[in-house]
Antibody, heavy 123, light 107 residues
Framework: QVHLQESGPGVVKPSQTLSLTCTVS??????????WTWIRQHSGKGLEWIGY???????RYNPSLKSRVTISLDTSKNQFSLNLSSVTDADAAVYYC???????????????WGQGTRVTVSS | DIQMTQSPSSLSASVGDRVTITCRAS??????LNWYQQKPGMAPKLLIH???SLQSGVPSRFSGSGSGTQFTLTVSGLQPEDFATYYC?????????FGQGTKVEIK
């Protein structure tokens, strides 16, 4: 059974880069057809999609964050990562990684989620 | 961006009730619509994908319908473990967007 686990610092200083890693167990991150995504949730608020990466490294990002976001794959470690630069208070949230199942070869629903990791922005 | 609007924002219901949540998209998304359930302090859980396909392991009391711009999630016979917040999400175009959520509370 596939399991996802986020890791990274819980506190990031303003203007610095937030870096999170999602470790995938129970399956290969290189499995044909799957995408891997990051989603965040501000405290008490709804869900915001950040971006995704395919098993082959193809990425798409939310235009609202695109200039600051990088998602990458490390197939040797079966991990994918999120880098979000120039953080502000508005980036404080719970960050989730998730697997994206394909539909007609395109990324569709988010079927397996990590437990989430809370990130605070503070000097 | 496609705006996803859920109604109601919250509702009170009793165990055994039939509950319906509506999700409206700001443009046609065909059937690229997914539903999630989230309980406090936990990650969302996929319930329905492609508007009406029940995710493996999800009880059959959950069902989804709709196409185009109007979709519904129905829980037939609400159980104690179903009290949670429900989100719709479109997977038609970038950026993926979610509804604001519907909180189902105990009456």
């Amino acid at each position: 059974q596939v399991h996802l686990q986020e890791s990274g610092p819980g506190v990031v200083k303003p203007s610095q880069t937030l870096s999170l890693t999602c470790t995938v167990s129970g399956g290969s991150i290189s499995s044909d057809g799957y995408y891997w995504t990051w989603i965040r949730q501000h405290s008490g608020k709804g869900l915001e999609w950040i971006g995704y990466i395919s098993y082959s490294g193809f990425t798409r990002y939310n235009p609202s964050l695109k200039s600051r976001v990088t998602i990458s794959l490390d197939t040797s470690k079966n991990q994918f990562s999120l880098n979000l630069s120039s953080v502000t208070d508005a980036d404080a949230a719970v960050y989730y990684c998730a697997r994206v199942i394909p539909r007609d070869s395109f990324p569709d629903a988010f079927d397996i989620w990590g437990q989430g990791t809370r990130v605070t922005v503070s000097s | 961006d496609i705006q996803m609007t859920q109604s109601p924002s919250s509702l009170s219901a009793s165990v055994g009730d039939r509950v319906t949540i509506t999700c409206r998209a700001s443009q046609n998304i065909v059937t690229y619509l997914n539903w999630y359930q989230q309980k406090p302090g936990m990650a969302p859980k996929l319930l329905i994908h492609a508007a009406s396909s029940l995710q493996s392991g999800v009880p059959s009391r959950f069902s989804g319908s709709g196409s185009g711009t109007q979709f519904t999630l129905t829980v037939s016979g609400l159980q104690p473990e179903d009290f949670a917040t429900y989100y719709c999400q479109q997977s038609y175009i970038i950026p993926r967007t979610f509804g604001q959520g519907t909180k189902v509370e105990i009456k």
